[in-house]
Nanobody
């Protein structure tokens, strides 16, 4: 069993930055990859970024060049640095840990608005 807890959401103006954190605990040795997904009001949940155990990353096109995913293996924490935020980035952001089974956090709300 793996538990993931997100933090770091909030209200930010367009063009601003936020950093999300996701701490994993439990059977962390089984985790193969971790990632961030988001769900905007009225829309389906979508992939934002992922990072594998060996550090390989992938991003959805709309965030490339603006968001950076990273991980601290010692702390078993994954970060999402979000820069140049846009109103369309407004969503609940969910952390995912994958080990053959998907584990999800409860989400953290990011609101980009002036």
């Amino acid at each position: 069993q793996v538990h993931v807890v997100e933090s770091g959401g909030g209200l930010v103006q367009p063009g601003g930055s936020l950093r999300l954190s996701c701490a994993a605990s439990g059977s962390i040795f089984s985790i193969r990859s971790m990632g961030w997904y988001r769900q905007a009001p009225g829309k389906q949940r979508e992939l934002v970024a992922t990072i594998t155990r060996d550090g390989s990353t992938a991003y959805t096109g709309s965030v490339k060049g603006r968001f950076t995913i990273s991980r601290d293996n010692a702390k078993m924490t994954v970060y999402l640095q979000m820069n140049s935020l846009k109103p369309e980035d407004t969503a609940v952001y969910y952390c995912n840990a994958r080990s053959g089974v998907d584990y999800w956090g409860k989400g953290t709300l990011v609101t980009v608005s002036s």
